[in-house]
């Protein structure tokens, strides 16, 4: 591959790479309901550092959401969260929960954290 076009290749991957940054900052903006608490949740586990085997899949229920996964190590990962805006959620780990709070105070601090 000639010089130019290698550097004109990475540089194009780095323009790419720094749009999706900015993009995953504005999805949880964006989103629907669902995905605000998915979002939430994926983001308190990953800042606490479970390890994750399956990530958590949420579904509407009659009182708001559930979503559902488990820890490289078998442990249930369970999300409950009510069906209205900012959305309380508690998150726990075979019973153990390890997070409550709202959807909107996780986003917040994860949109803030990337800019």
Known sequence: MKPLALILTVAAGGLLLSACSQIDSLTP??????????N???????????????????????SGFTCTGSTTDGREILTKADGTS????TISIDGEVIFTGTATEVLEAAVLESS
């Open 29 to 38: 903006v964006g989103g629907s309901a669902v995905t605000s608490v998915r």
């Open 40 to 62: 939430a949740t994926n983001d308190v586990l990953v800042d606490q550092q479970v390890p994750i085997l399956v990530a958590p899949v949420c579904a509407e229920v009659d």
């Open 86 to 89: 900012p959305y309380q959620l």
